[in-house]
C-alpha cells in the first residue's frame, strides 16, 4: 500500500538504464529540449492513466474512458459552433465528461452489472455517438487558447525563457500530485485499497463502496474531459476516431506501473514511472525511426514480461 | 429450472430479432427475400466462428482479447504462404491456419497457467503483440487482391448445397461446439470451472488443462476465422480487423453469456451473432446511417446485461446462496 516499492524502484532502475542506453545510443536524445517535446505524446495518456489506477485499485476497470474523451472533444466543437467561448467549451467538456461517467456509475454500482461489460457497452456507444454526430468530417478552427495549452511551454507563460516545461506535462504532475496526495496520504485514499482488496468486508466495516465506486467513474470521466481538452488544443481538431484504443495504452501504463488488475495494490509513483518509462520509450524508439506499430508489440510483450518476472522470482524466493 | 429460464431468454432473444426483421421486411419487402438472409448469414458466419470460441473462455470466466489479432496474424500468414507457394491447397492452408491459430492461442493459455497471470491483462498483451507481429511478417506491407492465392479467394465463394462454403464453415463449429459442450467430459467441465473453480478442483477437474483447452480452442477457431476473412475480404494489412475482439464479447453478451463464468448457450451466443447480424443489415435497408451500428451495438449490450441482471435477481438467488454470489461479484469485477 506505500507509495515507494519494490517494484516502483525496479522502474526507476528501468528508467535510468533507459535514459543511459539511448543517450548514448542516441544522438540527440539526451537535450532537454528533445526530452521536453517528448512529453507531448503520452501527457494526456498520463491523465487517463492516473484516473484509471484509481479505477483499478478500487476493482473496477473503465474501457470507456478514451470514447468519452472523443465525446468530451466533441462538446467543445458543439460548444464552439453554439458561440460558446474557451471557458464555455471547457465547461461543456466537463459536464459532457461528467455525465458519460455518471451512466457507467449508475449502471455499475445500481444494476450491479461488472465494470468490464458496462464500459464495453458504453465504449460501443459513445464512440457509436461521436460517430453519428460527426461521421466522416472533423471539426477544427478552435481558439487559440487551446492551441497555447496544447502547444506551448510554462516558460513562454509565465516569462522565463529557460523554463521549457510543456504546460501539458505541468498539468499531468500537478494532476498526479494530487491524485497520489488523495490516494497515500487521506483515509478516503485508503478506503479504496480496501474496497479493491475486498468489497464486501469493505461494506461490512462501514465504508460506503458504492458511492466512492460512482465517484470514481465520474472522476474517470472528468479526467477524460482534461485529457479532451488538451488534446483537442494540441491538435486543433475532433475527429470521430480521436484517441482511438487509447484505453488499452493507459490500461498497459497502469499494469505496467505495478498496480494490480484484480484490485488492492498498487501505487501513483509506480503508474506516473510507468508512464515516463513507456513514453520516453516510445519516443526514443521513434528517434531511431522504429514503427509505432513495432513498438506496440514490444510494449504488448513488455507488459506479459513485467507480470511474469516477479513471479518468477517469487518462486525462487520461496524455494530458497 | 434453470436451464428453463435460459431456454425462455433465447426464444425472447429469437422473437425480438424476429420482430425486427418484420419490421425492416414491411417498411422494405427486399429484405426479407432468400438473398438477403444469406447476405446476412454470409456476414456473420466469421462473426460466429470467433465467437463459439471467445464463448469458451467467457465461460472459465477469462476472456481472450487477442482473437482479432490472432485472426489478423493468422490471415496474413496464410496470405503471405500462399503468395510465396503457388501450390498451395486449401485443406493445407486450413491445416495451417488451425495450427497457427492454436498456437498463437496456446500461448496465451501457457502464460494464464503456467503463471497465475489474469487473462485480462495476458491477452491485452499478446492484443498487441501479435498485431505487431503481421507488421514483423509483412514488412508492413499490403497482400492486396492479385496476390492472394486463387484457392483462399474462391474457398469462401464455393456453394455447396445451395448454401456458401462459409455459412458451413459457421455451421460446422456450431454443431461441433454444441457436441463439445453439451456431451464431451471436457465440455461439461468447462461449466464446473466456470460455475465454482473451487468446487471443480474438489472433484478433480484440472483447471490447468481446462484452460490450456480453451485459450487454444479459440486460438484456432480465430485462425480458421482468420484464412476466411482474408478469402472473404481478399485483402491482408496490418490493421486487418483491429477492435474486432470487441464485437465478439458483445455478440457473446447480447446472447446472454455471462462474463462471469459457467453461463450460455451455443444457441443464445448465435443468436447474438445473428441479431447484430440483422441490425448491421437492415440499417441500410431502412436507409439509416451506417454510422449508428456502433452505438445501437453499444446501447444493445447494456439493455441486454441489465436484462440479465435482473433476471437473475428475481430468479431468487438463496440466502444460502449468498456466498457464492458475492464470491461471483468478487471475480466478475477481476474478470
Same mark, same amino acid.
Request: net charge positive; hydrophobic share 55%; aromatic share 8%.
Given at each position: 500500500?506505500?507509495?515507494w516499492?519494490?517494484?516502483e524502484?525496479v522502474?526507476l532502475?528501468?528508467?535510468?538504464l533507459l535514459?543511459?542506453v539511448?543517450?548514448?545510443?542516441q544522438?540527440?536524445?539526451?537535450?532537454p529540449?528533445?526530452?521536453a517535446?517528448s512529453t507531448f505524446?503520452?501527457?494526456?495518456?498520463g491523465?487517463l492513466?492516473l484516473a484509471?489506477a484509481?479505477l483499478?485499485i478500487?476493482?473496477?476497470?473503465?474501457?470507456s474512458?478514451?470514447?468519452?474523451l472523443?465525446l468530451?472533444?466533441?462538446a467543445?466543437g458543439?460548444?464552439?459552433?453554439?458561440g460558446a467561448?474557451?471557458?464555455?467549451m471547457t465547461?461543456?467538456?466537463?459536464?459532457?465528461?461528467?455525465v458519460?461517467g455518471a451512466?457507467?456509475?449508475v449502471l455499475?454500482?445500481?444494476?450491479k452489472?461488472?465494470?468490464?461489460?458496462v464500459?464495453?457497452?458504453t465504449?460501443?456507444?459513445?464512440?457509436g455517438?461521436a460517430l453519428?454526430?460527426?461521421g466522416?468530417? @472533423?471539426i477544427?478552427g478552435?481558439?487559440e487558447?487551446f492551441s497555447?495549452?496544447g502547444?506551448?511551454?510554462?516558460?513562454?507563460l509565465?516569462?522565463?525563457?529557460?523554463?521549457?516545461?510543456?504546460i501539458e506535462?505541468a498539468?499531468?504532475?500537478?494532476c498526479?500530485?494530487?491524485v497520489g496526495?488523495?490516494?497515500h496520504?487521506?483515509v478516503?485514499?485508503r478506503?479504496?485499497?480496501?474496497?479493491?482488496?475486498?468489497?464486501? @468486508?469493505?461494506?461490512f466495516?462501514?465504508?460506503?463502496v458504492?458511492r466512492y465506486?460512482?465517484a470514481?467513474?465520474?472522476?474517470?470521466g472528468?479526467m477524460?474531459a482534461?485529457?479532451?481538452v488538451?488534446l483537442?488544443?494540441r491538435?486543433?481538431?475532433?475527429r470521430?476516431?480521436i484517441a482511438?484504443g487509447w484505453e488499452?495504452?493507459?490500461?498497459?501504463?497502469v499494469?505496467l506501473g505495478?498496480v494490480?488488475i484484480e484490485g488492492?495494490r498498487?501505487?501513483i509513483v509506480?503508474?506516473m514511472l510507468?508512464?515516463?518509462?513507456?513514453g520516453?520509450f516510445?519516443?526514443?524508439?521513434g528517434m531511431?525511426n522504429v514503427?509505432?506499430?513495432?513498438?506496440?508489440?514490444?510494449?504488448g510483450?513488455l507488459?506479459?514480461v513485467?507480470?511474469?518476472?516477479p513471479?518468477l522470482?517469487?518462486?525462487?524466493?520461496?524455494?530458497a | 429450472?434453470n /436451464?428453463?429460464k435460459?431456454?425462455r431468454?433465447e426464444w425472447?432473444?429469437l422473437a425480438?430479432?424476429v420482430?425486427?426483421?418484420?419490421?425492416?421486411g414491411?417498411? +422494405?419487402?427486399?429484405?426479407?427475400t $432468400?438473398?438477403?438472409g444469406l447476405?446476412?448469414?454470409?456476414?456473420?458466419?466469421i462473426?460466429?466462428?470467433? #465467437?463459439m470460441?471467445?464463448?469458451?473462455?467467457l465461460?472459465?470466466?477469462?476472456i481472450?482479447l487477442?482473437?482479432?489479432?490472432?485472426?489478423a496474424?493468422t490471415g496474413?500468414?496464410?496470405a503471405?504462404?500462399g503468395?510465396?507457394w503457388?501450390?498451395?491447397?486449401?485443406?493445407?492452408?486450413?491445416v *495451417? !491456419?488451425? +495450427?497457427?491459430? /492454436?498456437?498463437?492461442?496456446? %500461448?496465451?493459455g $501457457?502464460l494464464?497457467t503456467?503463471f497465475?497471470l489474469?487473462p485480462i491483462?495476458?491477452?491485452?498483451g499478446?492484443?498487441s503483440?501479435?498485431?505487431g =507481429?503481421?507488421f514483423v +511478417?509483412?514488412?508492413?506491407a499490403w497482400?492486396?487482391?492479385?496476390?492472394?492465392?486463387?484457392?483462399i479467394?474462391?474457398l469462401?465463394r464455393?456453394v455447396?448445397l445451395g448454401l456458401?462454403?462459409? #455459412? $458451413?464453415?459457421a455451421i !460446422?463449429?456450431?454443431?461441433?461446439?454444441t #457436441?463439445f *459442450?453439451k456431451?464431451r467430459?471436457e465440455g461439461?467441465e468447462?461449466?464446473a470451472?466456470?460455475?465454482?473453480?473451487?468446487?471443480? =478442483?474438489?472433484v478433480g477437474?484440472?483447471?490447468?488443462?481446462?484452460?490450456m483447452r480453451?485459450?487454444?480452442l479459440s486460438g484456432?477457431?480465430?485462425?480458421? =476465422?482468420g484464412?476466411? $476473412?482474408v478469402?472473404r475480404?481478399s485483402i491482408?494489412?496490418t490493421?486487418?480487423?483491429?477492435?474486432?475482439?470487441?464485437t465478439?464479447?458483445? !455478440?457473446?453478451v447480447i446472447?446472454?453469456v455471462?462474463?462471469?463464468?459457467?453461463?450460455?448457450?451455443?444457441a443464445?451466443a448465435?443468436?447474438g451473432?445473428?441479431?447484430?447480424? %440483422?441490425?448491421?443489415?437492415?440499417?441500410?435497408?431502412?436507409? #439509416?446511417?451506417?454510422?449508428?451500428?456502433?452505438?445501437? !451495438?453499444g446501447a444493445?449490450?447494456?439493455?441486454s446485461?441489465?436484462?440479465n441482471?435482473?433476471a437473475?435477481?428475481r430468479?431468487?438467488r438463496q440466502?444460502?446462496?449468498?456466498k457464492?454470489?458475492?464470491l461471483?461479484?468478487?471475480?466478475?469485477?477481476v =474478470?
Amino acid at each position: 500500500m506505500s507509495a515507494w516499492n519494490t517494484w516502483e524502484r525496479v522502474l526507476l532502475a528501468l528508467l535510468a538504464l533507459l535514459l543511459l542506453v539511448f543517450g548514448f545510443a542516441q544522438p540527440g536524445f539526451m537535450t532537454p529540449d528533445a526530452l521536453a517535446d517528448s512529453t507531448f505524446n503520452f501527457s494526456e495518456k498520463g491523465i487517463l492513466a492516473l484516473a484509471l489506477a484509481l479505477l483499478i485499485i478500487a476493482g473496477e476497470i473503465d474501457l470507456s474512458i478514451a470514447a468519452i474523451l472523443a465525446l468530451c472533444s466533441l462538446a467543445m466543437g458543439y460548444a464552439m459552433k453554439a458561440g460558446a467561448g474557451p471557458w464555455g467549451m471547457t465547461l461543456a467538456a466537463f459536464v459532457t465528461g461528467g455525465v458519460a461517467g455518471a451512466v457507467n456509475g449508475v449502471l455499475v454500482t445500481r444494476y450491479k452489472l461488472p465494470s468490464i461489460v458496462v464500459t464495453i457497452g458504453t465504449l460501443s456507444l459513445y464512440r457509436g455517438l461521436a460517430l453519428v454526430a460527426l461521421g466522416d468530417q @472533423a471539426i477544427s478552427g478552435y481558439p487559440e487558447a487551446f492551441s497555447i495549452v496544447g502547444n506551448s511551454y510554462l516558460g513562454e507563460l509565465v516569462g522565463v525563457r529557460g523554463l521549457i516545461i510543456p504546460i501539458e506535462f505541468a498539468i499531468l504532475l500537478v494532476c498526479a500530485l494530487l491524485v497520489g496526495i488523495t490516494l497515500h496520504r487521506t483515509v478516503a485514499g485508503r478506503r479504496l485499497y480496501a474496497i479493491g482488496a475486498n468489497p464486501i @468486508a469493505a461494506r461490512f466495516s462501514g465504508i460506503e463502496v458504492d458511492r466512492y465506486r460512482m465517484a470514481l467513474f465520474v472522476f474517470a470521466g472528468l479526467m477524460a474531459a482534461l485529457a479532451a481538452v488538451m488534446l483537442t488544443g494540441r491538435i486543433g481538431s475532433t475527429r470521430p476516431n480521436i484517441a482511438m484504443g487509447w484505453e488499452l495504452d493507459a490500461i498497459t501504463m497502469v499494469i505496467l506501473g505495478g498496480v494490480a488488475i484484480e484490485g488492492g495494490r498498487g501505487s501513483i509513483v509506480g503508474t506516473m514511472l510507468a508512464v515516463l518509462l513507456l513514453g520516453l520509450f516510445t519516443f526514443a524508439m521513434g528517434m531511431a525511426n522504429v514503427t509505432g506499430i513495432v513498438m506496440s508489440m514490444v510494449i504488448g510483450a513488455l507488459l506479459i514480461v513485467s507480470m511474469v518476472l516477479p513471479r518468477l522470482l517469487q518462486r525462487k524466493g520461496a524455494t530458497a | 429450472m434453470n /436451464a428453463l429460464k435460459s431456454i425462455r431468454r433465447e426464444w425472447l432473444l429469437l422473437a425480438i430479432i424476429v420482430a425486427i426483421a418484420l419490421a425492416v421486411g414491411v417498411r +422494405a419487402p427486399v429484405f426479407l427475400t $432468400w438473398r438477403n438472409g444469406l447476405d446476412i448469414a454470409n456476414d456473420s458466419a466469421i462473426l460466429a466462428i470467433l #465467437v463459439m470460441g471467445q464463448m469458451l473462455v467467457l465461460l472459465t470466466r477469462g476472456i481472450d482479447l487477442s482473437v482479432a489479432s490472432n485472426l489478423a496474424l493468422t490471415g496474413m500468414v496464410c496470405a503471405l504462404i500462399g503468395k510465396a507457394w503457388p501450390g498451395a491447397s486449401v485443406p493445407v492452408l486450413i491445416v *495451417l !491456419a488451425l +495450427a497457427l491459430g /492454436a498456437l498463437l492461442g496456446a %500461448v496465451n493459455g $501457457w502464460l494464464i497457467t503456467r503463471f497465475g497471470l489474469p487473462p485480462i491483462v495476458v491477452t491485452l498483451g499478446t492484443l498487441s503483440a501479435y498485431r505487431g =507481429a503481421i507488421f514483423v +511478417a509483412s514488412k508492413g506491407a499490403w497482400v492486396s487482391d492479385q496476390d492472394i492465392h486463387e484457392v483462399i479467394k474462391g474457398l469462401p465463394r464455393e456453394v455447396w448445397l445451395g448454401l456458401p462454403a462459409l #455459412v $458451413w464453415f459457421a455451421i !460446422a463449429v456450431l454443431v461441433l461446439s454444441t #457436441v463439445f *459442450l453439451k456431451l464431451r467430459r471436457e465440455g461439461r467441465e468447462i461449466y464446473a470451472l466456470g460455475g465454482n473453480p473451487l468446487a471443480a =478442483a474438489y472433484v478433480g477437474i484440472s483447471p490447468r488443462k481446462c484452460l490450456m483447452r480453451v485459450y487454444t480452442l479459440s486460438g484456432m477457431l480465430a485462425g480458421l =476465422a482468420g484464412l476466411l $476473412w482474408v478469402g472473404r475480404y481478399s485483402i491482408a494489412y496490418t490493421e486487418l480487423a483491429a477492435g474486432y475482439e470487441l464485437t465478439v464479447v458483445a !455478440a457473446c453478451v447480447i446472447g446472454g453469456v455471462s462474463i462471469g463464468g459457467g453461463v450460455g448457450t451455443v444457441a443464445g451466443a448465435a443468436l447474438g451473432v445473428l441479431f447484430i447480424g %440483422v441490425v448491421n443489415g437492415a440499417l441500410p435497408v431502412i436507409q #439509416v446511417s451506417p454510422f449508428w451500428q456502433q452505438a445501437i !451495438a453499444g446501447a444493445v449490450i447494456l439493455i441486454s446485461v441489465t436484462v440479465n441482471a435482473r433476471a437473475e435477481r428475481r430468479g431468487g438467488r438463496q440466502i444460502l446462496e449468498r456466498k457464492t454470489t458475492t464470491l461471483d461479484n468478487t471475480q466478475g469485477a477481476v =474478470a
